[in-house]
C-alpha cells in the first residue's frame, strides 16, 4: 500500500480550515471505476470495493455524488451494487438530486428538460412538471434544465432559448467538458449544449453539480455532518477540487482518472488536494 502524498500547495494556509473527517463524498467515473463511452459498462478501479466496505463496517457515512445525470439515482445504484459496491439508493447522488431539492425550494414548477428520461425523474418526484421538446406544458415553464442528452439536436436548443427569452431561467447539471473512461476523456455533452445556449441568451447558469456549493450542501445535508468535515474524494482539480476548497472539506485527489500525481502538485491552492492518494485504500490511513 502506497503512503499518501501531501501536496506542497495544500500544506499552505486556507482560510476555510477543514475539520475532523466524519463523512465522505467519493466521485464515481476515475476515482471508484471506469465506465466505457456509452455508459453501460464499469471496470471497478483498485481498492474501491474495500474502502467503501470498510466505511460501512465502521458506521462511517458516505455518498457517491456523480455529475453523470443519465441516470435515476435508484438505477445508477443498482447498476454500481451488482459491479460489487456496497451502495444503497440513498447513497447514490446525481446533480439532478441537486437540481430537485433547490428547484422545490425555489418554488419552480414546470421545467423544460434537455436530457434523456433519467434526467428528469428527479424533479417529477418531486412535483415538479418536466416537459420535453415539443411537448405542451400544463403551466408556464419557469426553467430549463440541461443534463445528458446525446441525440440532443437543434430543435432542442431553439426551444430551450425559446423559454429563456420567455423568462425561463437556466440550470444544466454540469459544465465539465470532459470525464475520465476506459477509453480515456469522453466529452461532456450537457457542457456542448450549455455552451450553445449560453451563447445565443447571454443567460447566468446555475449549475447543481460538482463543483457547485448546491451539491456539497446537499451532500452534508445527506450525511448529516457539517461540510468541513467531508472528505471529497474525486479526480478532478476542477470538480471535486474547487468544490471541497469553497465549502472547507478536505480534498483526497486519486490518480487514476483524469489527473497525474505531478498534475496535482501543480496545481493552485484553490484547487488542489490537502492529501493525494496513488492508491484509493491509503484513504483508510485518515480514518
Not at 455518498?63 to 451488482?82: D, H, I
Not at 477540487?241 to 478536505?250: C, D, L, S
Request: glycine fraction near 10%.
Amino acid at each position: 500500500m502506497t503512503a499518501p502524498v501531501t501536496s506542497r500547495a495544500a500544506r499552505q494556509n486556507n482560510s476555510k480550515t477543514p475539520g475532523p473527517l466524519r463523512g465522505f463524498m467519493f466521485d464515481v467515473d476515475g476515482t471508484l471505476l471506469l465506465s466505457d463511452r456509452s455508459l453501460g459498462g464499469y471496470e471497478l478501479l483498485p481498492g474501491a470495493i474495500e474502502v467503501l466496505t470498510t466505511l460501512k463496517d465502521r458506521q462511517i457515512p458516505y455518498v457517491l455524488l456523480t455529475n453523470g445525470s443519465a441516470y435515476v439515482p435508484a438505477e445508477q445504484a443498482a447498476k454500481l451494487r451488482r459491479s460489487g459496491l456496497p451502495v444503497d439508493d440513498a447513497q447514490m447522488l446525481t446533480p439532478s438530486s441537486v437540481t430537485a431539492d433547490h428547484m422545490r425550494r425555489a418554488g419552480i414548477r414546470c421545467v423544460l428538460v434537455l436530457g434523456t428520461p433519467g434526467v428528469g425523474h428527479s424533479l417529477r418526484e418531486v412535483g415538479i412538471e418536466t416537459v420535453h421538446t415539443g411537448e405542451t406544458p400544463s403551466q408556464k415553464i419557469d426553467a430549463v434544465y440541461v443534463g445528458w442528452h446525446p441525440e440532443c439536436g437543434m430543435k432542442d436548443i431553439e426551444a430551450a432559448c425559446n423559454a429563456i427569452w420567455d423568462g425561463a431561467k437556466l440550470y444544466a447539471a454540469s459544465d465539465v467538458p470532459f470525464f475520465a473512461t476506459k477509453s480515456g476523456r469522453t466529452l461532456g455533452y450537457t457542457f456542448a449544449i450549455l455552451g450553445a445556449i449560453k451563447r445565443l441568451t447571454k443567460a447566468p447558469v446555475l449549475i447543481t453539480g460538482k463543483p457547485s456549493l448546491h451539491a456539497l450542501r446537499l451532500v452534508a445535508k445527506r450525511l448529516g455532518v457539517p461540510m468541513n468535515t467531508i472528505g471529497v474524494v474525486g479526480d478532478d482539480p476542477l470538480v471535486e477540487a474547487i468544490m471541497a476548497r469553497r465549502g472547507g472539506a478536505t480534498m483526497f485527489g486519486v490518480t487514476t482518472g483524469t489527473t497525474s500525481a505531478d498534475e496535482w502538485r501543480a496545481q493552485p491552492l484553490t484547487r488542489s488536494p490537502h492529501h493525494i492518494l496513488t492508491d484509493l485504500r491509503t484513504i483508510l490511513d485518515h480514518l
